[in-house]
């Protein structure tokens, strides 16, 4: 039980930061069209 929740912190916390890096890049690219 212990393995299967830190997996799925794990996860969860790969998924924040993926979440965060797509949306820095789209900032990123709005401002140089911009």
């Known amino acids: 039980m212990n393995k299967f929740i830190s997996r799925t912190g794990y996860f969860i916390g ?3 930061v993926g979440v965060a890096a ?3 890049v789209g900032l990123i690219i709005r401002a140089i069209l911009n």
């Open 14 to 16: 790969l998924w924040l």
């Open 22 to 24: 797509v949306s820095i």
